[in-house]
C-alpha cells in the first residue's frame, strides 16, 4: 500500500471509528460507499480491519448494515429457477426494492468494478474461506438501500480455529435449501450425461471438482465448493446452521405439488426472519396458475445394480432428513 493510501486509511478508520461510538449508522454506510468508488484497495483495507476487529472481539456487535442477505441453496443449481422466479416476480409485484442474483456472478461484478489487486482473477476455495466475509460485507455495501438475494450451490463451511465461514448471523437473514430425492436426480443426471457412473460422479463428486456458475462476461471467475450430494445436504442440514442462520428445508416435489401453499410458507418464513413485506396471497395464486410446475415426465428406471452403487453412496441419515426412500 502506498504512503498517501496509508494515511488516508488511518484517517478514514478515526472517521468511522467516531460514527460507530456515536451509533450514525447512515453516515458510515455513505463513508464506505464513498470511498469504494474513491478508493477501491482504501476500501478493501478498512473493511478487512473492522472484519479482523469483529472476529477477535465477537462482543463488539461491528454492524454497518441495515441490509441483510438471503440464501436460496441447492445441490442442482437449475433447482433454485422456480423459487428465483418467483421472488423476482412477487417483489415486482408488491413494489420491493432487492438485489437478486447468483452469489457468485455478484462477487465478479463486484470484484470486476473494483480491480482490486489481492486477488487473482479465479477466485478458488482457499481465497473464499478467507475473503467471503469481505465479499458479503462489500456487496451489502454496493446494495446498501436493499435485501440481497443470493442463489448458490455451495456448501456451507466453517473454519472454527481461524473463525471464518461460509455466511455470517448478522449480515445473514434467511436460507432456503431445495433438496430433491437422491433417486430422481440420479435419473435425471444420468438422462443428462448418458450413463450411470457418470451420473455418480456428478452426484458424489469423485473428481473433487469446483463449480463455476458465473457468466463469462467479468474478468472474475468464482469457484463454487459445492462437494458431494452428501456433503453438500450435511452442511445445510446441520442443526446448528438451520438454527443460526434460520434455514428452510423445502422438498422440490412441494413445488410442484403444493405450490402454493409451499410459496406462502416461504413468504412467512421471510416475515418471521425480518424481512419487512407484506403477504399478498392474490399474486401468489397468479404466479402458481401462470408458472405451473408439471411432475417428472420420465420413469424411475434404474436397475438393483444401480440402486445399490446409489445406495452405498448416499448417507442414510440424510435419507431419514428429508425423509426419503430408495
Not at 114 to 141: A, G, K, P, R, Y
Not at 149 to 162: H, L, P, Y
Not at 224 to 241: G, K
Amino acid at each position: 500500500m502506498s504512503f498517501i493510501n496509508k494515511i488516508k486509511l488511518n484517517y478514514n478508520i478515526k472517521v468511522i471509528d467516531d460514527l460507530i461510538i456515536n451509533k450514525n449508522q447512515k453516515e458510515i454506510i455513505s463513508s464506505l460507499r464513498k470511498i469504494k468508488h474513491d478508493n477501491p484497495e482504501v476500501f478493501f483495507q478498512i473493511l478487512s480491519h473492522y472484519i479482523n476487529k469483529q472476529s477477535a472481539d465477537i462482543d463488539l456487535g461491528i454492524n454497518f448494515h441495515t441490509n441483510q442477505s438471503t440464501f436460496i441453496n441447492s445441490f442442482q443449481i437449475e433447482d433454485t429457477n422456480y423459487l428465483k422466479n418467483f421472488f423476482k416476480y412477487y417483489f415486482e409485484k408488491i413494489g420491493f426494492e432487492n438485489h437478486l442474483d447468483y452469489f457468485s456472478n455478484s462477487i465478479a461484478q463486484d470484484l470486476n468494478t473494483m480491480q482490486l489487486t489481492e486477488f487473482s482473477n479465479q477466485i478458488d476455495f482457499d481465497q473464499m474461506v478467507n475473503f467471503s466475509n469481505f465479499f458479503i460485507n462489500s456487496l451489502l455495501v454496493k446494495h446498501s438501500n436493499k435485501d440481497c438475494f443470493f442463489i448458490s450451490n455451495s456448501a456451507f463451511f466453517e473454519s472454527k480455529e481461524k473463525q471464518k465461514y461460509f455466511i455470517y448471523p448478522d449480515t445473514t437473514k434467511a436460507y432456503f435449501l431445495i433438496h430433491k430425492n437422491p433417486i430422481k436426480m440420479l435419473c435425471e443426471l444420468k438422462a443428462k450425461f448418458g450413463d450411470t457412473q457418470s451420473a455418480l460422479n456428478e452426484m458424489f463428486n469423485f473428481e473433487n471438482k469446483l463449480i463455476l456458475n458465473n457468466n463469462s462476461s467479468n474478468d472474475y471467475e468464482v469457484f463454487e465448493n459445492r462437494q458431494s450430494w452428501n456433503i453438500y445436504n450435511q452442511s445445510w442440514t446441520d442443526p446448528n446452521v438451520l438454527s443460526a442462520y434460520r434455514g428452510l428445508l423445502i422438498n422440490y416435489d412441494e413445488f410442484v405439488h403444493n405450490s402454493e401453499e409451499t410459496l406462502t410458507k416461504i413468504i412467512f418464513h421471510l416475515i418471521d426472519a425480518g424481512l419487512d413485506i407484506d403477504i399478498n396471497y392474490d399474486v401468489i395464486r397468479i404466479y402458481v396458475e401462470e408458472n405451473t410446475l408439471e411432475p417428472d415426465n420420465f420413469n424411475i428406471d434404474l436397475s438393483n445394480k444401480e440402486k445399490k452403487l446409489l445406495l452405498n453412496n448416499v448417507d442414510n441419515n440424510l435419507l431419514e432428513t428429508f425423509n426419503y426412500t430408495i
